[in-house]
């Protein structure tokens, strides 16, 4: 059962697994991005999706929204890793490959390529973090059972922004600049806005965070908040995806008549491999039976007894006497 993670799930290696499945069973084309494939081809994604994960019905949109904006990162992903590396994937069909091959030597992607590094070359900096393959929210639920209370947004903010120590009197190695001077901007509105006497519950660091330390959101996310950003934001434009209805009519059109498909393809598929097998068998037989033929010869006499061609000739004879005796 999928749970809700602000704009993640939980839990995230299983759902992760279902979705890496999905998406590549039908990437079947050489789409250069999420955004290319047919929205008929991610709403069959999806659907194959929900086959695999359960959820609540409620959910609907906010599972389907999630599942979109991840395929979009994980595909671009494993895109890299393959134009990276060179090499054909076991998921990736060759002429898929080959087209994508020669997509990615044209200008037009160099361009693509040059802009997106000037992007996370900005000013601005980007949003490194420790947690690895571990969402905020997961890490946080960790922290949680470890520290007996629910944690402030600081102490999880730090948890996945400071490098690992090999000694704990070691000082703290912050991932990047942005994130120390964040930490501590912080601590210095606390200290200089709120009495001592307020208690600085979870949910008010939140609030301090988003509203008065990093300057609210920017499309929809929260720098420094991960998965635990509010998922409402990101809802704009994809509530076809989600949809139940949609998926509903889609489930007794497409996937049945894709289904149907596969199931066609796979008996015509096993009906010639049946006969590739009798084929060869009797081919089998027919080269045996041949030398068997061979053998035999090899072995017969070639000469012709004597006594035949006599007998022969004494018949001869006695079909062509007359005797003339009165």
Same mark, same amino acid.
């Given at each position: 059962?999928?749970?809700?993670?602000?704009?993640?799930? !939980?839990?995230?290696?299983?759902?992760?697994? +279902?979705?890496?499945?999905?998406?590549?069973?039908?990437?079947?084309?050489?789409?250069?991005?999420?955004?290319?494939?047919?929205?008929?081809?991610?709403?069959?994604?999806?659907?194959?999706?929900?086959?695999?994960?359960?959820?609540?019905?409620?959910?609907?949109?906010?599972?389907?929204?999630?599942?979109?904006?991840?395929?979009?990162?994980?595909?671009?992903?494993?895109?890299?890793?393959?134009?990276?590396?060179?090499?054909?994937?076991?998921?990736?069909?060759?002429?898929?490959?080959?087209?994508?091959?020669?997509?990615?030597?044209?200008?037009?992607?160099?361009?693509?390529?040059?802009?997106?590094?000037?992007?996370?070359?900005?000013?601005?900096?980007?949003?490194? !973090?420790?947690?690895?393959?571990?969402? %905020?929210?997961?890490?946080?639920?960790?922290?949680?059972?470890?520290?007996?209370?629910?944690?402030?947004?600081?102490? %999880?903010?730090?948890?996945?922004?400071?490098?690992?120590?090999?000694?704990?009197?070691?000082?703290?190695?912050? %991932?990047?600049?942005?994130?120390?001077?964040?930490?501590?901007?912080?601590?210095?509105?606390?200290?200089?806005?709120?009495?001592?006497?307020?208690?600085?519950?979870?949910?008010?660091?939140?609030? /301090?965070?988003?509203?008065?330390?990093?300057?609210?959101? !920017?499309?929809?996310?929260?720098?420094?908040?991960?998965?635990?950003?509010?998922?409402? !934001?990101?809802?704009?434009?994809?509530?076809?995806?989600?949809?139940?209805?949609?998926?509903?009519?889609?489930?007794?059109?497409? /996937?049945?008549?894709?289904?149907?498909?596969?199931?066609?393809?796979?008996? +015509?598929?096993?009906?010639?491999?049946?006969?590739?097998?009798?084929?060869?068998?009797?081919?089998?037989?027919?080269?045996?039976?041949?030398?068997?033929?061979?053998?035999?010869? +090899?072995?017969?006499?070639?000469?012709?007894?004597?006594?035949?061609?006599?007998?022969?000739?004494?018949?001869?004879?006695?079909?062509?006497?007359?005797?003339?005796?009165?």
């Amino acid at each position: 059962m999928i749970e809700l993670d602000g704009s993640s799930w !939980h839990p995230t290696k299983d759902t992760a697994r +279902a979705l890496k499945e999905c998406v590549r069973k039908l990437y079947t084309q050489a789409y250069h991005s999420w955004s290319e494939i047919p929205n008929s081809i991610c709403q069959a994604m999806f659907n194959n999706f929900k086959t695999m994960c359960t959820w609540e019905s409620r959910y609907n949109l906010v599972i389907g929204t999630t599942f979109e904006r991840k395929a979009s990162t994980r595909l671009s992903n494993w895109l890299k890793s393959v134009r990276d590396s060179g090499e054909l994937p076991g998921w990736m069909l060759p002429h898929v490959f080959a087209e994508l091959g020669q997509y990615w030597k044209t200008d037009k992607f160099k361009a693509i390529l040059y802009q997106a590094k000037m992007a996370r070359d900005s000013l601005k900096g980007g949003s490194l !973090h420790t947690g690895g393959a571990k969402t %905020v929210g997961t890490i946080a639920r960790e922290m949680e059972k470890e520290l007996g209370h629910t944690p402030i947004e600081p102490e %999880v903010f730090k948890k996945t922004h400071v490098r690992k120590k090999e000694n704990k009197s070691d000082p703290d190695v912050w %991932v990047e600049e942005r994130a120390e001077r964040t930490f501590n901007d912080f601590h210095k509105y606390v200290a200089e806005n709120l009495d001592s006497s307020v208690q600085l519950t979870p949910e008010l660091s939140t609030q /301090i965070w988003k509203e008065k330390v990093v300057g609210g959101t !920017h499309k929809g996310r929260c720098y420094g908040l991960g998965s635990r950003n509010d998922v409402r !934001h990101l809802q704009s434009g994809l509530e076809g995806i989600g949809s139940s209805r949609q998926a509903e009519a889609l489930d007794g059109v497409q /996937i049945v008549a894709m289904s149907d498909q596969i199931t066609k393809l796979t008996a +015509a598929l096993a009906e010639s491999e049946r006969k590739r097998v009798a084929e060869q068998q009797i081919m089998s037989e027919t080269v045996q039976q041949i030398k068997e033929q061979v053998m035999n010869l +090899a072995y017969q006499p070639t000469t012709l007894a004597p006594d035949d061609t006599d007998d022969t000739d004494d018949e001869s004879d006695e079909d062509d006497y007359v005797d003339l005796t009165p």
